[in-house]
């Protein structure tokens, strides 16, 4: 019979420090090669019907698009970053207002 494993640490109180540029960056490879990975699969195997070859179009199709996903998540990531605060201080401030 095993022990029973310890609890997991509690997690400290107060604010959770921003991830650095280098978390953002590694998460930003990650989101691009599940997007292109899943996209590129649903787009290639609805019209293929899962035909034999599918998944060597697939991977060929994956292959080009990640790049192309990461470097355009370069770009769009901060640029929705921008929009998601700026769509969450007007919602806040709305709450903000005295009701009327």
Known sequence: MTPPADPPAPRPAGPRKPPTKAT??????FISLMMA?????IFTALPME???GWVGAWLGRF???WPIAFALSLVVGPLAFRM???????V????????G
Do not use: D, K
Request: aromatic share 6%; hydrophobic share 60%; proline share 6%.
């Open 50 to 52: 899962f035909r034999p």
């Open 63 to 65: 292959i080009r698009a």
């Open 37 to 41: 990975f899943l996209m590129t699969g």
């Open 92 to 99: 806040e401030r709305r709450s903000s207002l005295p009701a």
């Open 84 to 90: 998601a605060h700026a769509v969450m201080a007007l």
């Open 24 to 29: 953002l960056i590694l998460a930003q490879v």
